[in-house]
């Protein structure tokens, strides 16, 4: 009895230090990425550069006047300030990478994408190329990831629509 009720308490402490773990990991990603976004679109509108749909990269033009509106660039910097920290976060292993990817891996991919040029342009003009370079080193690896599970997702419709007798519609 003795020997199980240790056993028991020792599987508590267990799974409450993995929920704590968890918890921390949720808490530090719950930056009010929302409302960062909000504040970037909001800050954006007066250089003209729409960031919600936007899918492509900046634009020389869209850098050279992001960099003279100091209220847009200092939003982009904290936006991008925000994922630098996320990237740093699981290279580390303070947060799991699974877990970050989940929850943020598209956003931050669509951020790195977006504002490559502003990173760029950042590093050469400051001489220095560990700017944003926790962003980019996740972006790179978790849009790979994206990609790959893209390519996975689509062969299990595919096989699962034939498993079940339903053809796809030639064209």
Not at 38 to 43: E, I, K, M, R
Not at 71 to 86: G, H, P, R, W
Not at 107 to 120: G, N
Not at 150 to 158: A, G, P, Q, V
Request: aromatic share 10%.
């Amino acid at each position: 009895m003795g020997l199980a009720s240790i056993g028991l308490l020792w599987h508590q402490m267990k799974l409450g230090t993995r929920w704590n773990k968890l918890q921390g990991q949720a808490n530090f990603l719950n930056r009010s990425i929302d409302e960062l976004e909000g504040n970037l679109q909001q800050a954006l509108k007066p250089v003209a550069i729409e960031f919600f749909h936007r899918r492509e990269p900046l634009t020389p033009d869209d850098v050279k006047r992001l960099l003279a509106d100091e209220n847009a660039y200092l939003q982009v910097k904290s936006y991008l300030n925000t994922f630098e920290d996320i990237g740093a976060a699981v290279r580390i292993g303070f947060v799991d990478g699974d877990f970050a990817y989940a929850l943020e891996g598209p956003r931050l991919v669509k951020a790195w994408k977006i504002f490559t040029p502003l990173a760029l342009h950042l590093r050469d003009y400051y001489s220095n190329e560990s700017i944003f370079v926790e962003l980019e080193n996740v972006a790179v690896t978790w849009e790979d990831r994206a990609e790959l599970e893209k390519i996975e997702h689509s062969d299990l419709k595919r096989r699962s629509r034939t498993e079940i007798g339903i053809a796809r519609p030639k064209v």
